[in-house]
């Protein structure tokens, strides 16, 4: 049975991008395969992420090559664009949080879907109580300000059970949780 895993980096005080977007404090952090991120990719049968997320990626051309693998990347947004990047398998969903999910774990399969990004995303698939697992990878470097992952705008406590805990040479740390489903 697939599971939904957000992957994502952040700083040790818990930003993933800075005010403008930067994210150059991710330099020395980019050998995703000292991570175990190649694993975890042959293992996700789709992925999902937000409009900026999309839009920063195609900028910043992270999607070029086969880095995130051949699953499809389900982009969830207001407005499909005009002329979609061709660097991915990008499908575009307009009806919602719970459209996506279905269609990513419609299209995933018995793998995994691999939540990629960004804040709000994660808040949405969090309240709703579709996310089962993060992986959340702390950069020893502390923004002070910056683009949080978590919002102050839930609406709901979320119980995280800890499955794992990783440190790895360069000071990255990977703190591996389950969350907690309410019955």
Not at 30 to 58: C, H, Q
Not at 88 to 98: I, P, Y
Not at 118 to 128: A, E, I, R, T
Not at 134 to 160: A, C, E, W
Request: hydrophobic share 35%; aromatic share 10%; with cysteine.
């Amino acid at each position: 049975m697939s599971k939904t895993i957000l992957e994502i980096a952040l700083t040790t005080d818990g930003f993933v991008a800075g005010q403008n977007d930067e994210q150059d404090w991710l330099e020395g952090f980019d050998n995703l395969s000292e991570f175990g991120f190649d694993e975890f990719i042959a293992n996700t049968g789709a992925i999902i992420m937000g409009k900026r997320s999309y839009d920063l990626g195609v900028k910043r051309g992270w999607f070029k090559g086969d880095s995130y693998g051949d699953s499809p990347i389900l982009v969830i947004c207001n407005e499909i664009p005009q002329v979609p990047s061709q660097d991915a398998d990008f499908r575009f969903v307009t009806s919602g949080v719970d459209e996506l999910y279905d269609r990513a774990i419609e299209a995933a399969g018995e793998k995994n879907v691999y939540v990629f990004g960004g804040p709000n995303l994660v808040q949405q698939l969090l309240d709703k109580g579709l996310l089962d697992e993060m992986r959340l990878n702390y950069v020893p470097i502390l923004l002070g300000k910056g683009i949080p992952l978590f919002s102050n705008d839930s609406k709901t406590r979320h119980q995280l059970e800890l499955i794992q805990t990783k440190q790895f040479s360069n000071g990255l740390s990977r703190l591996h949780y389950r969350v907690v489903k309410e019955d």
